[in-house]
């Protein structure tokens, strides 16, 4: 019998030691600061709760440990990355030529390109909040359906000119930047909800495909384009989408959101949480420095070195490589909730480190005269852009889910589809203020002082970051937590 006493109490101690998570209190009686979402939890809470992980959080992200329904969800999404960024790029060679040659001016092709972002930030937003009643599935589709048939569209603008042509081509490129907000949206929310214990590790392997779609798109595009004209390199790749949405559809296992029926979460309340705002702010400050180089830096270089076509491939192969190799490594770390308020600002440094590197900036070359102005300091200025940037990046998603746990909202699939759809949207402004922004500036200053300008935005931002993480850091030092013993413990104290 008492033997059997024991066994009870021996037990009932265990079962309180696990639960002890569930007794964390604040001592100004405010919510309990346990936060775990993902693989991450706060310091105070890993000291608390640490043996409630569980062991899919402690291993880590592996192909090797992921279920089956994971690992077709992550195939279908890459190869969508993959092949949609393989046709955003692949355009670059010969559509702006082209277009002049149509009648449209300089002008009418920045807005042509600038279009689509205006659209893809709409888009993200409605379909971020509506994703669980359209469904995430066939939006993934749908979307991949669109792009693939504009793409086939795009292509018969061969035989248009003039008014004909820029009006179809404005008509046509909203239309694919519909299609392109749904299946982002709907790809970020489905991959999140598979591997939720490691959301940043998952997307930065994810950006591995868009560089490798970003490096063959070129490529890719300027072949097909000697080989058929205006028309083949949107054909062929319309047809590649069309291939990829059958794909996706057979392969694209049942989704969560398909039980959960419809769920609204209210849009605006995610801009009242400053944690959100930043990490919303840092979407278009990292766009900016991805995309801020594309109209400027080839005619800097050809007239300031007459550094040949070839090496300019050559270069924006090197960024991207590095770029998609290191993102998994960025990733994996921003899934580390400790590591995030270091590596954010870090990786923001040494970015604005890498826009003054590129041009050289005046400011190194004309007053501290540090270094030379010559094509292969452009080369470093580039690898160090793409060095740190991920380290900006990865932390994104993240941080947005973070901060609507800690404001109190459930985790859901429709969660996940506003984080999803607001995060491609800012990227979107991004994408048009970077390429409006470096023209203006290039034009009126020249591109070394644009690089210049844009390392200075991004150390501003940098240190709005350091003075909102020192802030958060400072309240949560006043609020200490402590564990409440259980029933038994206090016994065993008193007695």
Known sequence: MKKNEKDDSETSRLLGGQNASRHVQLETDSVPDVVTYGSATDEQTEQVVSDTETPAEEEGFSCRRASKRQILSFICVASLNFSGYCYYSVIAPFFPDEAIKRGASQTVVGLIFGCFAVVNFLGGLVFGKYLTAIGSRFMLTSGVFVGGSCSVLFGLLEYTEGTTFIVFCFAIRSIEALGVA?????????????????????????????????????????????????????????????????????????????????????????????????????????????????????????KEFKTSPVRIGLMYLLWAAIYSILAPAWGRLADKKKWVPIMVPLGMLVTSVGTLIL?????????????????????????????????????????????????????????????????????????????????????????????????????????????????????????????????????????
Request: hydrophobic share 50%; proline share 7%.
């Open 182 to 302: 749904g299946f982002q949206t709907a790809g970020t929310a489905i991959l999140t909800h598979a591997f939720p214990n490691n959301v940043a590790t998952v997307m930065g392997s994810l950006e591995i495909f868009t560089g490798l779609g970003l490096m063959a798109g070129p490529p890719i595009g300027g072949v097909l384009y000697d080989l058929g004209g205006f028309k083949t390199p949107f054909m062929t790749m319309g047809g590649l989408l069309l291939c990829c949405c059958v794909f996706v559809t057979v392969l694209i296992p049942p989704q969560p959101d398909e039980q959960e029926g419809k769920t609204d979460v209210p849009l605006l309340s995610f801009f009242k949480i400053p944690a959100f705002l930043i990490a919303c702010g840092l979407a278009i400050m990292v766009a900016c420095m991805l995309d801020y180089i594309d109209p400027v830096l080839q005619p800097y270089l050809i």
């Open 359 to 495: 041009g050289p900036s005046p400011l190194l070359t004309d007053y501290v005269h540090i270094l030379p102005k010559t094509e292969w300091v452009n080369t470093v200025g580039l690898a160090v852009i793409a060095l740190s940037v991920g380290a900006s990046m990865a932390p994104i998603v993240n941080i947005m889910l973070w901060a609507a746990s800690d404001a109190g909202m459930e985790n859901s699939f429709a969660l996940y589809g506003v984080v999803s759809g607001v995060m491609n949207a800012f990227f979107a402004i991004g994408d048009l203020v970077g390429p409006l922004g470096s023209s203006a500036l290039a034009q009126r200053f020249g591109f070394p002082w644009t690089s210049t300008a844009f390392g200075g935005l991004i150390l501003f931002y940098m240190l709005i970051v350091v003075v909102f993480y020192s802030y958060n850091g400072c309240l949560k030092t006043r609020s200490v937590p402590h564990v409440i013993p259980t029933e038994e413990e206090s016994e065993r104290l008193l007695a």
